[in-house]
């Protein structure tokens, strides 16, 4: 019973696998990628657009980051479970960077006020 | 009820898990969950410390956008390359992977070849590992990405050397996919710390 209950979720999980894109999707998101590294390194050089340059070079990489783990690392089409073992080590590896930051980036400023 | 007999057949002579899926892409992805782990812990401690060194040479002084900006063009033109080695290999083109494996390893050496520049000319304008918190922070977190892609380089030539002497078929497609697996990771990395290092100085 319980190999069959096993058995079933293999299934389930198999059959949310898709098939993998072809070359042409593979290089279409090249270029997103290179189109991306380029407005990344134009901003950069930008001063009027200093005031907001951390969320764009933030939002920018983190497109950069998802069209490659979706596409090129197959995400997007393997079973929702490597998804899973994937990004909840890194969800907790963000909110390690951010709790760090926190702590002695921001809470200082107030102690200094 | 035959469990075996169930479960659809996965890559090549690789076993299953109880999920369905193949052990060893599974235990991969594992790997690279800690691996991400990892990676935070180096990117937190260098976030904590940054603009906290009391002596120069300071990131503003030192980094060269122009030339990482190129490296980081040749890291993410590699993993087209390794993503079009893999749609070779599970086509069954031995000339394609043979091609498309040994351009990304090439890739990933100019890579290696612009961080060994960048490495000796910080060092040359005083920048080492004990000059200050930048230099500690900076050179532990890139060298170890430095490390990772060497790793990969070595990898990728011992597939090229396989698929040489036939011994990479269309059959294990899966040793292709788990190398571009870990190919793709040093990549991401090299996304956060591009944007996290050099461009948000």
Redesign the interface.
């Known amino acids: 019973m319980d190999s069959h209950v096993r058995a079933s979720a293999g299934h389930e999980l198999q059959h949310e696998a898709h098939a993998h894109p072809g070359p042409k999707t593979y290089v279409m998101v090249a270029l997103v990628l290179s189109i991306i590294t380029a407005l990344e390194v134009a901003v950069f050089y930008i001063p009027a657009l200093s005031p907001v340059l951390v969320p764009i070079l933030l939002i920018l990489s983190a497109g950069k980051f998802i069209l490659v783990v979706a596409f090129y690392m197959h995400l997007k089409f393997d079973s929702r479970l490597f998804s899973g073992v994937f990004v909840a080590p890194l969800v907790l590896a963000m909110l390690v960077v951010i709790s760090l930051i926190i702590l002695f980036k921001v809470l200082p400023l107030y102690r200094n006020v | ?1 035959n ?1 075996a007999a ?3 057949a996965s890559h090549g002579e690789h076993p ?6 193949n052990t060893w ?2 235990g991969f ?2 790997l ?3 691996e ?2 990892f ?3 180096l ?2 401690t260098y ?2 410390y ?1 603009g906290e060194s009391v002596v120069g040479p300071y990131p503003h002084e030192i980094l060269n ?1 122009p030339l990482t ?1 190129i490296s ?2 040749v890291l ?2 590699s ?2 390359m ?3 080695a ?2 070779a290999v ?1 086509r069954g083109d031995r000339k394609g992977t043979l091609v498309w494996l040994m351009a990304t390893a090439l890739l990933g050496s100019l890579f290696l070849g612009f961080q060994s520049y960048e490495f000796t000319h910080f060092y040359h304008a005083g920048l080492t590992l004990e000059t200050n918190l930048f230099g500690s922070t900076f050179f532990v977190l890139t060298g170890f990405h430095g490390a990772h892609v060497t790793v990969g380089v070595i990898w990728l030539l011992v597939l090229w050397a396989m698929a040489l002497r036939g011994r990479l078929t269309q059959a294990d497609a899966l040793k292709v996919e788990i190398a ?2 870990y190919w ?2 040093v ?2 990395v090299w ?2 710390i ?2 996290l290092i050099y ?2 100085q």
Do not use: Y
Not at chain 2, 16 to 21: F, M, N, R, S, V
């Open positions: 009820m469990h169930v479960v659809p299953e898990t109880a999920t369905g899926l892409k599974l992805w594992v690279l969950g800690s991400t782990l990676f935070g812990s990117i937190a976030m904590t940054k956008i900006s980081t063009f993410l033109m993993s087209l390794m993503v079009l893999l749609a599970q571009g697996l793709h990771f990549d991401i996304i956060v591009f944007t461009l948000i």
